[in-house]
């Protein structure tokens, strides 16, 4: 198997993408390799098996497969064949609206959706407390529905299909002029 390692070759422009991808990954607390990997396979204009992934990046072959294995855990790269050749190939999703899509849903899931729990538990415990500080109750109040409105906007954006998404974004500045004019309008 080892003989069939070869290694794809980077454009000084792919590395440096690669390399911003890692670093830009640890920033938003993905591990760094998890992130040059799928920086390389979005890029790749083919599927890579591990090895060559490996051998590319100059990575162990095990944090490869670890990192494979953490990129399809979150939906964004798959498993292919390829004929006359019996190792596993790896493609990302190339459209960047699904990867969008997908990371977004896992970060929420991960991080906002823990939050507001803490946050509802917090209330309700306040609430139920004889000795309940008012003061912390509204705070924590206006922390959660403020977080309860921004993830149902949230996932109201995730759910819009990718034409109307990108036509929100073109009407991004529109839209905030718009109401602008409106608030004028009405006060």
Aim: proline share 3%; aromatic share 6%; glycine share 8%.
């Amino acid at each position: 198997m080892s003989g069939h390692a070869t290694q794809y070759t980077l454009t000084p422009v792919a590395q440096k993408f690669i390399l911003h991808w890692g670093e830009m990954g640890t920033r938003w607390g993905i591990n760094r390799t998890v992130a040059q990997v799928h920086a390389l396979l979005f890029l790749a204009p083919k599927p890579l098996p591990a090895d060559e992934i490996s051998t590319t990046l100059a990575v162990a072959r095990s944090n490869v497969s670890t990192s494979l294995r953490e990129l399809q855990g979150w939906g964004i790269v798959r498993v292919v064949h390829v004929l006359g050749d019996r190792r596993d190939h790896f493609e990302s999703i190339k459209d960047v609206w699904e990867i969008f899509r997908i990371v977004s849903e896992e970060r929420k899931r991960r991080e906002i959706d823990p939050t507001l729990r803490v946050l509802a538990e917090c209330v309700q415990e306040l609430k139920t407390s004889a000795q309940g500080d008012a003061y912390t109750r509204e705070r924590l109040e206006s922390m959660l529905e403020f977080l309860r409105a921004m993830a149902g906007l949230f996932e109201e954006i995730l759910r819009m299909p990718t034409g109307a998404l990108k036509g929100v974004v073109k009407l991004r500045g529109k839209v905030i002029t718009l109401l602008g004019a409106e608030k004028k309008r009405a006060g």
